[in-house]
């Protein structure tokens, strides 16, 4: 048996399986992770336990039409595998990504899927998480053991979407479908279709379904901004026909791109109106004469204070443009036989009504989760660096950024906690805690973000359930990677904050 392998021993007459570490998640973050796992604690056993039957997370789960990246996978991919394609990927070529990074790196062997964790109980005593954990192809019951647990499962429900309860939902007569749960045998070939919501979902499916519908109708409650551009890297172009290392074309255009990405949201923090002007004019571009730019994509919050769809080669405004798809902007008032009334009177006619209307929040996975033999509220903790939460022991969850790549925090998590657990067993500690220092514990508690700093409708939906923040950049998760990739590369495994026994 290897150091990797599975360790089984029986306790409380019943077969547990012992890890050093176990992984919830086998998407990008749960790859990633397991990537620097071997590279950084090669001493370590560590299982990768995902609910789904395969890996990619949001990128295996979700197949509606034209489903895609809306962060260039030179940064949404991960350091040390180079991307080698256009900056802006389909879900395919990115699962095609994740499976070479799996393959080449044999962490095939540790993921456990269709494993679906119910619960999972902390024991101070003996220092280890307990999990009980279900496995779908069979519906048996199985424990897992372990003395640390790394929370790579998202922030959503893959497979529950959040869709208001409008009056007369029941009423339509046609399919009502959400992109989270979308039929593989959904017919909209020459059907009247009506898409709710303008974010990112939107923007993919509208083009995606064009050619095939007879008509689509984007209703949305306000505008929300875009950033068209083409899907190519001139410098990244430019290395390949120079014949440089793909290693040094990804390192190089990776720096390039954050680069010109701190600027623009500095930018748009310290310029907001012209900086939106600018977005605005750049979509109007797009759109011909008869879509009214000022109603329509004029947003009434500050640039990146939600997150902004990459729109490549401006493919999202071309149905508006070539009058197959047009949109609206208005209140729902109830659903109809036929379709939508809106609160101006007017009715979509529709035959199916897609609601692109945004995420459940996920918190922990929704799992029961136990401390010494309390129910968890992490509503109740305040998280140090946005990674871990007090009175929650050996626990990490990889939240990623919305203002940058999600997996440039995957990374940078995992090398400090890599860190930290190489220090423990330096230390022979077993028990780590993050505590607020007494000259901070006068703060107040706060959300887990600032509303006028970022809010998304899925965040401010579901901040209660969510853990809470001080004002201090150690406590919070800061949404700046810029700020961050450099406070978390000087994080000492000693840090005050950090207890270990």
Not at 80 to 95: D, G, H
Not at 468 to 481: E, G, I, N, V
Request: some cysteine.
């Amino acid at each position: 048996m290897t150091m990797h392998d599975q360790q089984t021993q029986s306790l409380a007459g019943g077969d547990v399986e012992e890890h050093d570490v176990i992984v919830v998640g086998a998407g990008i973050s749960g790859i990633g992770t397991a990537w620097h796992l071997q590279r950084d604690c090669p001493g370590k056993s560590f299982v990768i336990l995902e609910m789904m039957e395969d890996f990619g997370g949001t990128w295996h789960a979700h197949r509606y039409p034209g489903v895609r990246s809306d962060s260039d996978l030179y940064t949404f991919g991960y350091s040390f595998k180079p991307w080698t394609e256009q900056p802006v990927a389909t879900a395919e070529r990115i699962l095609t990504y994740l499976d070479t990074v799996i393959r080449e790196n044999d962490i095939d062997r540790h993921i456990r899927y269709g494993h679906k964790v119910l619960s999972a109980s902390w024991s101070s005593e003996d220092a280890r998480w307990t999990l009980k954990v279900l496995r779908l192809e069979t519906g048996e019951t199985l424990t897992f053991r372990s003395n640390f647990l790394w929370m790579c499962q998202g922030y959503y429900r893959h497979f529950e979407g959040f869709t208001p309860q409008w009056e007369g939902i029941s009423d339509f007569g046609g399919e009502i479908v959400h992109p989270q749960t979308w039929p593989e045998d959904l017919d909209y070939g020459g059907k009247k279709v009506a898409v709710i919501g303008s974010g990112a979902t939107a923007a993919t499916l509208v083009p995606a379904m064009a050619p095939k519908a007879d008509h689509i109708t984007l209703i949305q409650r306000s505008p929300t901004y875009f950033n068209p551009g083409t899907n190519a890297d001139p410098l990244a172009d430019q290395l390949r026909e120079l014949e440089i290392d793909e290693n040094w074309i990804h390192a190089i255009v990776r720096k390039k791109l954050l680069t010109e990405q701190r600027q623009r949201i500095h930018r748009a923090a310290e310029e907001p109106d012209a900086v939106a002007t600018e977005m605005i004019s750049a979509v109007g571009e797009h759109l011909g004469p008869d879509v009214d730019l000022k109603k329509h994509f004029t947003p009434r919050y500050r640039p990146w204070q939600q997150r902004v769809a990459f729109i490549p080669e401006g493919d999202f405004f071309a149905p508006f443009k070539e009058g197959k798809a047009s949109i609206v902007t208005d209140h729902i008032e109830r659903f109809t036989p036929n379709g939508i009334l809106l609160a101006s009177g007017t009715e979509v006619e529709a035959d199916i009504i897609v609601t692109a209307t945004g995420f459940r929040l996920c918190v922990l996975g929704d799992i029961a989760f136990e401390i010494d033999g309390r129910p968890l509220d992490l509503s109740e903790t305040v998280t140090w660096q946005g990674m871990m939460f007090t009175g929650v022991p050996n626990l990490v969850w990889v939240f990623g950024y919305f203002r940058a790549s999600w997996t440039l925090r995957v990374e940078m998590i995992a090398e400090v906690v890599c860190r930290i657990l190489n220090h423990m067993d330096a230390t022979g500690t077993r028990k780590l805690t993050v505590e607020i220092p007494p000259e901070l514990k006068h703060l107040p508690h706060l959300p887990w973000v600032d509303s006028e700093n970022f809010n998304p409708n899925y965040l401010m939906r579901d901040m209660h359930l969510m853990p809470k923040r001080l004002d201090l950049p150690d406590w919070q998760h800061t949404q700046d990677y810029w700020s961050e990739k450099d406070r978390f590369a000087a994080i000492k495994e000693t840090d005050p904050a950090l207890h270990y026994e």
